[in-house]
């Protein structure tokens, strides 16, 4: 079965920092990753999405992540975090044609000020 | 974006009793809407799968009789949780696809049920 699995739960770190969250896939197909966020008390939104092209996706602020075919993985990064970039970011993947998303533990990120 | 707006936000609710919540997009037609169900600190989970004017898929361990949806027009669908438990409390989440596949989903704020 498909499956999303993202290995850090909750990350701290201090303005500034670098951030890079894990993201790995189990399906042997043509997929779709997205990356969501959900700030506090507010609604999932789409943070970055690939579909075909450039392994390299930009999203919104400044947030980008990496599809590595070989190794099943989306991880998202950004160079420099910012307090208000407080949130629980989830990965999803759905297949290809297909609608029916398949969405990773969450990882809760919390940017010290 | 689009949005999509649920209600209600929360709700507590007697042992046996129904719930219904509701799951509108505000601004576009949405031929697919889509149900989950997230149990603290973990992902969510796909409850089902609505199309308008159609019965909704249900995922594998759903009980459709006990989670009713409705998709009866292009902006809204219905979760109807039936004779509820305590075991049902959880945070209901709808989304809705625009027609054009965009491959965007828009996400509902969520609807917390507590079942006393």
Redesign the interface.
């Known amino acids: 079965a498909q499956s999303v699995s993202q290995h850090n739960h909750h990350v701290i770190l201090s303005e500034a920092a670098s951030l890079e969250l894990g993201c790995n896939y189990s399906y042997g197909g043509t997929v779709n990753l997205f990356w969501y966020v959900q700030y506090p008390g507010q609604h999932l939104q789409l943070l970055l999405k690939y579909f075909s092209g450039d392994p390299l996706v930009k999203g919104i602020k400044g947030f980008e992540a990496e599809f590595i075919k070989s190794k099943f993985s989306f991880n998202l990064r950004k160079p420099s975090v910012q307090w208000s970039d407080t949130a629980e970011y989830f990965c999803a993947v759905k297949n290809s044609g297909t609608y029916k998303y398949i969405f990773g533990t969450g990882t809760r990120l919390k940017v010290l000020a | ?1 689009a949005v ?1 707006s649920q209600h209600p936000s929360w709700v507590i609710c007697k042992s046996g009793t129904s719930v219904k919540i509701e799951c509108r997009s505000l601004d576009f037609q949405a031929t ?1 809407m ?1 149900w ?1 169900r997230q149990f603290p ?4 989970m ?1 409850m089902a ?1 609505s199309n308008e004017g159609s019965k909704a898929t249900y995922e594998q361990g759903v009980e459709k009789d006990k989670f009713l949806i409705n998709h009866a027009s292009l902006t809204l669908s219905t979760l109807t949780v039936t004779s509820a438990h305590p075991e049902d409390s959880s945070f209901y ?1 709808c ?1 809705a ?1 625009p027609g054009p ?1 965009t ?8 609807s917390r049920l507590t079942v006393l």
Do not use: A, N
């Not at chain 2, 491959?103 to 969520?110: D, I, R, S």
């Open positions: 974006g999509v697919t889509f989950y600190k973990q992902s969510l796909l799968t989440i989304s696809r596949d491959g965007e989903l828009f996400f509902g704020e969520g």
